[in-house]
């Protein structure tokens, strides 16, 4: 699999890497989460992401793939949460990286990031000094930010890799009915050397439904994909999300979700058809840009 530099933090990582949510679900069975992401490896993922959030995913990980730490990037996200702490304060900020650290048995976090932070308490409330300051201790390698809009547009403001107190990387959601962050904040994060995650690749598949699916995780990009009246250009729907999200400008790793070690194996195989005509892609971005004036990122 393709490799590519983390911005300028040192750091490389595979084009697609494995978003960790999934196997967080008590439902799965062990040996079964054990083989998911022993395969993500061999495959060639060196990503993974993870968060406080995600129910067992930290420490699943940590289970399965201890003894290839040295194989992958290790994401995660921290803020809220933590037992005797208030969420989103420089003490639960500390705390939670602490605890990371035991859930995940390693001796270093390589990302960090400040988890959907409403923007006055990432102005604040001393958060983003607390990664600065778990960094200074050896305990993060990249102080990180992960969420959409103002408080994306703050944290690209506030990042890059040429003074040791910013942001060092940001996540947010990229795909084809969720691109405004590709049209300031991406561009702004590659100038100044920042590493970027894209999240919601697949745009939550809304394709699988023929209407409205109300209430579901799914609507709000449903209804942007009839807006748009986009079609998938003689292409599977998922090829030609996962080809939009991975390969766009400024994106380090498109990150994907999966229980399933055949979609696993299938998501690979997609992207290596490498990226869009750029006809095709500017034609989706010209959807996009057309109608997506109030359309904000997706949290």
Same mark, same amino acid.
């Given at each position: 699999m393709q490799q590519r530099a983390f911005g300028q933090t040192g750091l490389s990582v595979s084009i697609?890497?494995?978003?960790?949510?999934?196997?967080?679900?008590a439902n799965q069975s062990e040996s079964d989460?054990?083989? &998911? /992401?022993?395969?993500?490896?061999?495959?060639? +993922?060196?990503?993974?992401?993870?968060?406080?959030?995600?129910?067992?995913s930290e420490e699943r990980i940590s289970r399965h793939l201890a003894h290839r730490r040295n194989e992958f990037v290790l994401s995660t996200k921290v803020g809220y949460g933590v037992a005797a702490q208030q969420d989103w304060t420089y003490e639960c900020i500390m705390a939670g990286i602490d605890l990371a650290l035991r859930k995940l048995k390693t001796d270093v976090l390589d990302i960090v990031h400040l988890h959907s932070c409403p923007i006055q308490m990432l102005v604040e409330n001393g958060v983003v000094e607390a &990664? /600065?300051?778990?960094?200074?201790?050896?305990? +993060?390698?990249v102080a990180a930010y992960s969420g959409e809009n103002e408080e994306l547009a703050w944290a690209v403001a506030n990042g890059g890799t040429q003074d040791s107190a910013k942001l060092g990387s940001i996540e947010c959601s990229v795909n084809l009915f969720d691109q405004m962050s590709l049209a300031a904040s991406l561009p702004a994060?590659?100038?100044c050397g920042m590493g970027v995650i894209a999240k919601r690749a697949l745009g939550n598949v809304p394709w699988r439904f023929t209407e409205r699916p109300q209430g579901d995780y799914c609507e709000t990009y449903w209804t942007r994909m009839q807006a748009m009246g986009l079609d998938a250009d003689n292409m599977p729907w998922d090829e030609l999300a996962l080809r939009f999200s991975t390969f766009a400008p400024n994106v380090s790793s498109a990150i994907v979700g999966t229980s399933s070690i055949k979609h696993l194996r299938h998501n690979v195989a997609l992207i290596e058809a490498g990226p869009l005509p750029q006809s095709v892609f500017d034609g989706l971005r010209s959807r996009f840009v057309a109608l997506g004036d109030d359309w904000r990122g997706e949290i």
């Open positions: 697609l890497g494995f978003g960790a949510g999934q196997i967080g679900d989460v054990g083989e &998911l /992401l022993n395969t993500a490896l061999d495959l060639g +993922i060196t990503l993974i992401d993870t968060a406080r959030g995600y129910g067992l &990664l /600065l300051k778990a960094r200074e201790q050896g305990k +993060i390698r994060a590659g100038v």
